[in-house]
């Protein structure tokens, strides 16, 4: 029976992931997870793809009271209350994402840590600095099988992958075989599964250092050839929200229409 094994989330979109036991889920997604987002002197999205060092900040948020706090990796601690600016609106994957500049200490001491300059932006809503979809999900069967083509490099784990979701219990790519079906896991959440999830560039990278080590997607290729993309893993909507925690079981209640 596949079984939640991991859960990942960042309240700034590209730092690095926590990996709580349990996490509410909206229709946008885990509640305040990437409910930030950098951007460049030029309004437009930072992310590991330009940076991949900024996967070795840890962020944490608390929205009752609206502390955030940055931790970097000299030691470094940066925290405070949340003061909002000017309004923006960054380009996600296509989508207009409408926010507010983040006023206070954490811009310059990002773009020190970043040798550029860097701004952080708190979406208006929660969830909206998501990629494609709000719920990725991979199966420990599919990164098993992954590490088995590696020969001599790096240990491949389910961080590089940033998945919402790790599943046990699941063998290879059986999560390919359930897109168009709807997934609850836990007691309440359902996920409608739509997507097959295109790898990009931030998997080459090691998730503590952000340093290039390999080459994902090519190693994916290699067995799994696609004219478009390399894929690993599903994207999902969810179709009602609920609680999730570490070992919540995972059942397929809509199967995909074939």
């Not at 900024?54 to 955030?68: A, H, K, W």
Request: hydrophobic share 35%; glycine share 10%.
């Amino acid at each position: 029976m596949p079984f939640v094994a991991s859960i990942f989330t960042s309240p700034v979109k590209s730092l690095a992931l926590d990996q709580p036991k349990s996490v509410t889920v909206g229709h946008s997604g885990i509640v305040e997870d990437r409910r930030f987002h950098l951007v460049d002197v030029e309004g437009r999205l930072l992310t590991q793809r330009q940076n991949g060092r900024l996967v070795q900040v840890q962020s944490l948020y608390f929205p009752d009271t609206e502390i955030l706090s940055l931790c970097f990796p000299d030691g470094q601690r940066v925290d405070g209350l949340i003061s909002l600016g000017d309004s923006v609106v960054t380009a996600i994957w296509g989508r207009h994402v409408p926010g507010k500049e983040v006023n206070g200490p954490w811009n310059e001491a990002l773009s020190d840590f970043c040798d550029s300059g860097v701004r952080l932006v708190k979406t208006d809503s929660p969830g909206e600095s998501f990629d494609e979809y709000p719920v990725s999900v991979l199966s420990q069967g599919s990164l098993d099988l992954l590490k088995s083509r590696v020969n001599g490099g790096p240990m491949l784990e389910g961080r590089r992958f940033r998945p919402t979701f790790l599943l046990g219990g699941c063998s290879a790519h059986e999560e390919d075989f359930w897109l168009g079906s709807v997934i609850k896991i836990g007691r309440d959440l359902r996920i409608k599964l739509v997507s097959p999830d295109p790898r990009c560039a931030v998997t080459t990278l090691d998730p503590d250092t952000g340093e290039r080590d390999i080459d994902v997607p090519k190693l994916l290729l290699s067995y799994r050839p696609n004219l478009r993309t390399a894929y690993f893993g599903v994207y999902g909507s969810v179709e009602s929200a609920g609680v999730v925690s570490l070992g919540d079981t995972v059942d397929l209640i809509e199967k995909p229409v074939l």
